[in-house]
Nanobody, 117 residues
Framework: VQLVESGGGLVQPGGSLRLSCEVSGFTFTFRTYGMMWYRQAPGKERELVAA????????NYADSVKGRFTISRDNAKNTVYLQMNSLESEDTAVYYC?????????WGQGTQVTVSS
């Protein structure tokens, strides 16, 4: 199983970024899996930011990002996205996508998002 994130970078407060996570190697077809985005800031625990159900239905968000972040998926591309708008300095973290397969949680390598002027 491989999860490969991309799209991180440096952005000014109030700016936007879109993260992508391409998935390969799941046991079953990608659309049957719920997917999640987590983040971990320096000195803090990893936290769940957003989740999307399969095959592309319900979504859930941490209170801190509601109304600013949107999780979505393209099942034809085996890819999950995180659109991040109105970014704040508190959003600075390494962002990871994740999914469960056969009772094990898989993680990407992470992509750094830095919000700073």
């Amino acid at each position: 199983v491989q999860l490969v994130e991309s799209g991180g970078g440096l952005v000014q407060p109030g700016g936007s970024l879109r993260l992508s996570c391409e998935v390969s190697g799941f046991t079953f077809t990608f659309r049957t899996y719920g997917m999640m985005w987590y983040r971990q800031a320096p000195g803090k625990e990893r936290e769940l930011v957003a989740a999307i159900g399969s095959p592309g239905g319900s979504t859930n968000y941490a209170d801190s990002v509601k109304g600013r972040f949107t999780i979505s998926r393209d099942n034809a591309k085996n890819t999950v996205y995180l659109q991040m708008n109105s970014l704040e300095s508190e959003d600075t973290a390494v962002y990871y996508c994740s999914g469960w397969d056969r009772g094990r949680q898989y993680w990407g390598q992470g992509t750094q998002v830095t919000v700073s002027s």
